[in-house]
């Protein structure tokens, strides 16, 4: 699953998740590389925040979707900034416990859209929606650290 968020200034453009069901593939790789092309093209995204794995969780196949990403933005001159899992806990306010539970609270606070995604991933037994809730709370960091160097 690889979930995706689009920001254009403070404004959340696009959210959702993308199943990419089956083992792993060079065409699951292609799959996904096809679908960040779209985007990339519909909305002209000059930047893009990565949340990347530790090293030690990093499998082979992750290396070489990340590598092929990577490579896509440095050929469309679009610049590239990884954030590992720590980062996004930055987000959590000061004396909160630093749960995913309360990293969707609060994104569906600051982005009311989400709040009826919120609520659903919580009647969900399995969540399904955690990975969208952190694309868009990585797009959130990511857009305030580029307002806060300009």
Not at 2 to 24: D, F, P
Not at 26 to 33: A, F, I, V
Not at 71 to 88: D, E, L, R
Request: aromatic share 12%; proline share 3%.
């Amino acid at each position: 699953m690889v979930a995706y968020a689009v920001m254009r200034g403070k404004t959340l453009e696009e959210y959702h998740t993308s199943l990419y069901k089956g083992a792993w593939s060079p065409e699951k790789k292609d799959r996904m590389l096809s679908r960040l092309q779209s985007l990339i093209t519909t909305y002209t995204i000059t930047d893009i925040a990565l949340a990347v794995p530790y090293e030690i969780h990093t499998t082979e196949q992750i290396k070489s979707l990340l590598e092929s990403f990577t490579t896509y933005f440095k050929n469309q001159s679009i610049a590239v900034c990884s954030y590992y899992p720590g980062a996004f806990h930055l987000f959590c306010e000061e004396g909160q416990p630093k749960t995913k539970k309360v990293m969707m609270e609060s994104i569906s606070q600051l982005y009311p859209e989400l709040q009826r995604t919120h609520q659903k991933e919580m009647r969900n037994k399995n969540k399904y929606y955690v990975r969208l809730f952190e694309a868009v709370r990585l797009a959130h960091i990511h857009s305030q650290c580029l307002n806060n160097h300009k």
